[in-house]
């Protein structure tokens, strides 16, 4: 870490001798009454450069040791490599703002005092331009809800209430993306798909406390918009039953910054360089298609009540019970009812062909069939007296 330290006398900002080639020039050489602080072990550096203009000695900042040679941090391996890794992390992040931000001053700084200390934070990114003043955090491991709010207060307190407060995230690091999905979106009228991600707690207190956050990955950076998914209320008119109940569900965006009630954070994918279009590092394309899918929303509600209209209507329809046909009046006791005529059983004649055919005649009526009558009663046969004589051959009856 030799190429890194705090600089007590510019108000704790942190020098990187490898991003800052005009450091050599600039900065006192030696102890500097005890300016330089190593950044791991808080102990007192010496800055050593070259000595004459056309040297090839690479300037470094060495521990100030009482016995020869003793340049060597005393800081634990471990606690060393995690400070490493902070610098390292926000300073590439520094490195791309300064293409984002032209005219911008950029640096680095952190309270002198926390000089060797673990960091529940890393120092953050101080970005002036102009009179505006944006406050970066680059955060990488899992933050205490105690240390933010403790970030949050300093930053109001030393830069006042209306500086611009952005944390950004890292995408691929588990501890602070939680995805959830992605969502079909039509902003503009063409579709796209964003994704979803269910925010930490920690996360949801920065919004709440005004601050910003987003996510980055490689040059974009992803901003969020609140998503707030519900049901239509049903209103006069109105049927959401059967094939209608799954339109009745549907979600509302909250933005620029999402509402505290929001289920899931939408992202909006941006180009990190658009940040440096508009002062206060405001994000307005970003804002300006989160406006494009509020008034989706709208347009999206009143296409499915209308909807929901319709099917109510059908319904009705469909329910409309015909009147029955009156039934006939009783005949008088004294009528006599009318013969029953029979239906033509053949179609009308052709009145095109009626002059070439001859009237048929007219079919003769059936007669009308008479009902079954009951059988008669049997009556035995009279009985015959029993005769002797004709039992004999009849050439001897008399």
């Known amino acids: 870490m030799s190429e890194l330290a705090i600089d007590t006398g510019d108000g704790g900002r942190v020098i990187d001798l490898r991003r800052e080639p005009d450091a050599a020039d600039r900065l006192p050489r030696g102890k500097a009454g005890g300016r330089y602080r190593c950044c791991a072990c808080g102990t007192h550096l010496i800055f050593t450069g070259p000595a004459t203009p056309g040297s090839g000695f690479t300037p470094r900042f060495r521990h100030d040791g009482s016995a020869p040679g003793a340049d060597r941090c005393g800081a634990p391996a471990p606690h060393q490599a995690d400070v490493q890794a902070d610098l390292t992390v926000i300073l590439d992040l520094r490195d791309q703002l300064v293409h984002a931000l032209p005219g911008a001053t950029i640096c680095l700084q952190i309270d002198p005092q926390l000089a060797g200390q673990r960091w529940e934070l890393p120092p953050a990114l101080i970005v002036r331009r102009g009179d505006d003043v944006v406050i970066i955090e680059r955060p990488r491991r899992l933050l205490a809800k105690a240390a933010v709010d403790t970030r949050l207060k300093s930053v109001r307190t030393q830069h006042g209430e209306g500086t611009t407060h952005w944390w950004f995230f890292d995408r691929d690091d588990a501890l602070h993306y939680d995805p959830a999905g992605t969502l079909k979106v039509r902003p503009h009228g063409k579709p796209d ?55 009745s569900k549907d979600w509302k965006i909250s933005h620029p910054y999402p509402a505290d009630g929001a289920a899931w954070w939408g992202l909006v994918p941006l180009h990190l360089l658009t940040l440096g279009q508009r002062t206060g590092f405001r994000p307005a394309a970003a804002f300006q298609l989160m406006t494009a899918l509020e008034s989706a929303q709208h347009g999206r509600e009143a296409h499915r009540r209308r909807l929901a209209r319709e099917h109510a209507q059908r319904q009705t329809d469909q329910h409309v019970t015909v009147a029955p046909a009156p039934l006939p009046l009783e005949a008088p006791a004294d009528s006599t009812p009318a013969e029953p005529e029979l239906a033509p059983t053949q179609p009308p004649a052709d009145t095109t062909t009626a002059a070439a055919c001859p009237p048929l005649p007219p079919r003769p009526l059936l007669p009308p069939t008479t009902p079954p009558q009951a059988p008669l009663p049997r009556v035995p046969a009279a009985r015959q007296r029993f005769s002797w004589s004709s039992l004999l051959p009849r050439r001897w009856r008399r």
């Open 193 to 247: 798909t964003h994704h979803k991600v269910r925010p930490t707690p920690v996360q949801r207190q920065i919004i709440q406390a005004g601050a910003a956050v987003c996510w980055i990955t490689k040059d974009t950076v992803l901003i969020p918009y609140g998503g707030h998914p519900g049901t239509y209320p049903v209103r006069a008119g109105e049927d959401w039953s059967g094939e209608m109940a799954s339109w």
